[in-house]
C-alpha cells in the first residue's frame, strides 16, 4: 500500500463560531473527531494537524496526533485556499525530512462523524487508478441543481442552461440528472501531481459517494449534532470507545 499521510486543517481564525475547531461536541473538541477517524484507518500511515494555535497543536496531540510545525499567519486567514495549506505541508516536509508522502488525505474538521473503514474504501479506489488526479466525496443533493436558478437583472434565471425561461426548470425532478455536492467526509490528493501543477484537484477527479452528512458551521449546527449523536451513541464508542476522553 502507498504511502498515506492524513492532514487536518484547524485554523484558529474561526468567526461564525468562535474556536470552532475545539469546540466540544458531546463530549470531544471536534478537530478529535478527525484525528480518531484517521487513526482508526488501517491504511493511514499518519495524521498530522496543520494549525496555526498552540492551544489547538497541544489539543491535537492529547488525541494522537502529530503538530511538528505551526502554519504561517500568512496562510491561516479568512483568504487562504486549501492549496496554501497542503503546499506548506508537502514544502514541510521536504525541507524537513527529505521525502514526501505519495498521497495526502485531507479531512476537514467540520464533517466530523465519519466511518473509518469509508475512508479505508476511499484510499483504496485512488491507489487503483492511475488516471485519477485526485478523489473527492460527495453526496447526492436533495434537489438538482438543474432546478435552481439566479436573479439577473430583477429576473430568475435557470443556472444550468442560462434560459429566462424557467417552466423549462419547473418538471419532475426525476426528469433530470442527478446532482452532488462536495462535503468534506474525504478528499485525497496525489503529492506529485500537487508539486507538478500547482492544483490540489486537477481535471481527473474520482467521484466517491458517501451517505448524505451534515456539516458544522454554526451554533445551531452543533445542537443538531449533538442530537444526533446522543441518538446514534455507536458513533462516538466507534472513533473513542465507550470511556470519554475529555480535556
Known amino acids: 500500500m502507498a504511502n498515506i499521510v ?8 474561526s468567526k461564525g463560531v468562535p474556536d470552532k475547531n ?19 484507518a488501517k491504511n493511514v500511515d499518519r495524521v498530522i494537524v496543520s494549525t496555526d494555535s498552540e492551544l489547538y497543536a497541544n489539543i491535537a496531540r492529547k488525541y494522537g496526533a502529530e503538530v511538528p510545525f505551526l502554519r504561517p499567519d500568512a496562510i491561516s486567514g479568512d483568504d487562504s485556499t486549501d492549496y496554501d495549506f497542503i503546499e506548506h505541508v508537502l514544502n514541510w516536509m521536504q525541507d524537513n525530512e527529505g521525502l514526501q508522502p505519495e498521497y495526502l488525505l485531507h479531512l476537514r474538521p467540520t464533517t466530523p ?4 473503514a469509508c475512508i479505508e474504501k476511499a484510499i483504496e479506489r485512488i491507489c487503483h487508478d492511475n488516471y485519477a488526479t485526485a478523489l473527492r466525496s460527495v453526496h447526492e443533493m436533495s434537489e438538482t441543481s438543474y432546478k435552481t436558478v439566479e436573479i439577473d437583472r430583477d429576473y430568475l434565471k435557470c443556472i444550468c442552461s442560462g434560459s429566462f425561461d424557467l417552466d423549462a426548470a419547473n418538471q419532475p425532478r426525476q426528469v433530470f440528472p442527478k446532482t452532488y455536492i462536495a462535503n468534506g467526509y474525504v478528499d485525497i490528493y496525489k503529492s506529485f501531481y500537487v508539486v ?52
Not at 449546527?221 to 476522553?245: C, H, M, R, S, W
Open 6 to 13: 492524513a492532514v487536518i486543517p484547524a485554523r484558529s481564525g
Open 113 to 116: 462523524l465519519r466511518d473509518p
Open 22 to 40: 475545539i469546540k466540544f461536541l458531546a463530549g470531544y473538541p471536534l478537530i478529535a473527531y478527525s484525528i480518531a477517524a484517521a487513526r482508526l
Open 196 to 247: 507538478k501543477n500547482k492544483k490540489i484537484l486537477g481535471n481527473k477527479v474520482i467521484a466517491y459517494v458517501t451517505p448524505r452528512i451534515f456539516e458544522v458551521d454554526t451554533l445551531e449546527d452543533f445542537d443538531y449534532l449533538e442530537y444526533q449523536v446522543a441518538k446514534e451513541p455507536a458513533i462516538t464508542n466507534k472513533l473513542f470507545g465507550k470511556e470519554k476522553n475529555q480535556l
